[in-house]
């Protein structure tokens, strides 16, 4: 074992001296990397130094045996708080390459199953600790290719992947931007575009203002055997807000599980985002209800529901209550406004005199009129509130951002979602505000980057069908950014893969499905594509029609790498039977031609999620399977079918694995 703590000079270790194993020790010291344009991103290559993180420090090595034998390297960058560990496996396992997982929010420690996934693939894995744009990750990166070279003696290439998903696609796609030779490929997942923040959440929160009260129905038309038409028993108004919500991206077969879609476990469904706007539009919600051109002042059945929605209540403060510090933790008014539309308060506390002390964040309970105090308050704020003091709820400012997506009408060309904000001639049809906010937070999470499509690797880019958080038309938008700088050149370093049945979270309800496994998959063809050049499965075919994106039917139109479950119960998509009479399920499942082979099947009757294993046979790309249930209680089910597919057929390894679902809806009487 080599103790890598030789490599650092005066405890630290210069990446000038890093970039190529084997370079001679006399060669000359690298160039500080560019930032050509003030403000710009970096541009970051090989063998030159981030002045912000030229100095890796090796804080620490140890030997592990979980989740596989690998040697652990910690350490972090001199004068930042940035810090990395290096996961490398045992010689034997590894193959030349590393995986790198990013995205602004998370810690230095990757999880044990990207660590086993990397060593099953013959890859080291790196991670830093999160920070905006890719600087940081370049610096590890370049920096773990001179520790692998140390601890595997090994003077070959190393290659290297960067991958990661929804903030981290932002990153990801930056340093494919605007980096050269530091990593080879990228997977960049659930992505966003320069207009997903803080707009695509504040659309999910203008359907749960007017919506909220049809969501129901609206999840039934579209659940399977529903009856497909979601506007159907809607007023002129809510039809108007669902056809706005749906061309601006929120897929349509999501509202099954409207709960998220609405955003409900969200106080506002802004997703923290009102703070970041109020600080960089702050006539914004002013101008909402006073100007001419906003849903505030307009006379439509919609600006009435607006207005009528709109809460500005000032209530006593009878008692307050406080910690063994003296600190008010609770607040107990004489009154405290209800908030059926949920849609969230802004807190601002009084002195007894009328003179404000500032705002305050917490939460109310209208039921008992107590206001909890929160976390981020002033202790000037916090010494000033007593009783007889009072507190103003309001959300005047809530309500107006949830029409900001109308006022930030992107100027930048080929966002079809905004063209119903415009006119014939292409203008917009409401006030546009000076800023638009939404390129400037992914620049600053991307790191300066603006989707220039001008990638430096190979990429493949995974998106879901049902992900309400990165609309599925994001993907495509980028594709084509990539194809209009890549040309003729865009099949041979860009795809772009649809999976179904996933949202941006994963698994969180019984119809949805875990996409780990066409990540992994996606790593590992990206670094054949690579390395041997060894083109990966063809992009998904798919289409993107008033702001939903839909794919074909069938698994050999539709490409990808997704299997496709096609069920039928007694030969249709919903069935009325009575308690006690068998029902007969079947099955066709395919694989895209040259993806892999059906390995698992699984049914669940009910539709709660639990699924038993059902044998098929040898593994193989094109499967049909039957099966015949009794339901003895009355009630609606929503029974699937599970398939999973892998690319070498192995139904051993957890690894790469890849499932698709096909549902249907009985209804026992």
């Given at each position: ?234 007023t002129g108004a809510e039809k108007a807000v669902l056809r706005e919500v749906t061309r601006m991206g929120i897929p349509l077969r999501a509202w099954e ?413």
């Amino acid at each position: 074992m080599i103790g890598l703590r030789a490599l650092a000079v005066g405890g630290s270790v210069l990446l000038s001296a890093v970039m190529v194993p084997g370079t001679p020790a006399s060669a000359a010291p690298s160039p500080q990397c560019a930032q050509p344009q003030p403000n710009g991103p970096m541009q970051v290559t090989a063998d030159c130094v981030d002045p912000l993180y030229g100095h890796p420090v090796i804080d620490g090595e140890k030997d592990l045996t979980t989740p596989v034998p690998h040697h652990q390297v910690s350490g972090h960058f001199g004068g930042t708080s940035v810090k990395f560990n290096l996961y490398l496996p045992q010689a034997s396992r590894w193959d030349g390459r590393f995986f790198q997982l990013v995205y602004p929010l998370q810690n230095e420690n990757a999880d044990p199953p990207s660590i086993a996934f990397g060593a099953d693939s013959g890859a080291y894995t790196v991670q830093t600790s999160g920070t905006s744009g890719y600087r940081a990750d370049a610096a590890a990166a370049k920096f773990s290719r001179t520790v692998a070279a140390k601890y595997y003696r090994s003077s070959r290439r190393i290659h290297g992947y960067i991958y990661g998903g929804s903030g981290g696609s932002y990153m990801t796609i930056g340093a494919m931007e605007n980096t050269t030779g530091v990593w080879d490929g990228a997977v960049p997942f659930i992505p966003g575009v320069p207009t997903s923040i803080p707009n695509n959440f504040f659309v999910r929160a203008f359907a749960r203002l007017v919506l909220l009260g049809k969501a129901p129905r609206i999840a039934d038309a579209v659940r399977p055997g529903g009856s497909g038409d979601p506007y159907a028993g809607l007023t002129g108004a809510e039809k108007a807000v669902l056809r706005e919500v749906t061309r601006m991206g929120i897929p349509l077969r999501a509202w099954e599980n409207y709960s998220y879609v609405l955003g409900l476990d969200d106080a506002q469904g802004l997703l923290g985002f009102a703070g970041t706007v109020r600080a960089m539009d702050p006539t914004y919600a002013d101008d909402f209800w006073s100007k001419p051109g906003y849903l505030g002042t307009e006379r439509s059945p919609l600006g009435d529901l607006v207005r009528a929605a709109r809460i500005d209540q000032t209530a006593a403060i009878t008692r307050v209550e406080r910690d063994a510090h003296n600190v008010p933790t609770k607040i107990t008014l004489d009154r405290a406004a209800a908030d059926p539309k949920k849609t969230g308060f802004d807190f601002t506390a009084y002195r007894a005199d009328g003179t404000a002390i500032g705002a305050l964040t917490g939460s109310l309970d209208p039921a008992t009129k107590t206001f909890t105090i929160g976390t981020g308050n002033s202790s000037e704020t916090l010494d000033a509130i007593s009783a007889g003091g009072k507190l103003r709820i309001d959300n005047r400012w809530n309500l107006a951002l949830l029409t900001y997506h109308r006022h930030q009408v992107p100027a930048r060309p080929g966002f079809a979602a905004w063209d119903q904000f415009r006119d014939p001639a292409g203008e917009p049809i409401y006030p546009q505000r000076a800023l638009e906010v939404g390129p400037v937070i992914s620049g600053q999470v991307s790191g300066g980057g603006t989707h220039t499509g001008k990638i430096t690797g190979k990429v493949i880019e995974v998106a879901n069908l049902l992900d309400t958080d990165a609309f599925p038309w994001d993907a495509d938008w980028y594709a084509q950014q990539v194809k209009q700088a890549l040309g003729s050149r865009y099949d041979d370093g860009f795809r772009v893969w649809y999976n179904d049945n996933a949202d941006h979270i994963g698994a969180h309800e019984t119809n949805l499905l875990d996409y780990t496994g066409i990540l992994q998959q996606a790593l590992r063809d990206v670094s054949a594509w690579a390395e041997k050049g060894v083109p990966p499965p063809r992009s998904t075919r798919y289409d993107v029609t008033g702001g939903q994106v839909t794919v074909p039917a069938t698994a050999a139109r539709r490409h990808g790498v997704q299997p496709v479950v096609t069920l039928t119960a007694d030969g249709r998509h919903r069935i009325d039977v009575p308690a006690g009479r068998p029902v007969t399920f079947t099955a066709t499942i395919q694989t895209p031609p040259g993806t892999g082979k059906i390995v698992s099947t699984g049914w669940d009757f009910t539709g709660a999620g639990t699924f038993t294993s059902s044998a098929f046979g040898p593994p193989r790309a094109d499967v049909r399977v039957r099966q015949t249930h009794t339901y003895r209680e009355p009630g609606t089910y929503y029974p699937a079918l599970r398939a999973t597919a892998q690319r070498d057929g192995d139904t051993a390894t957890p690894f790469a694995t890849i499932p698709d679902l096909g549902r249907v809806r009985v209804v026992v009487h």
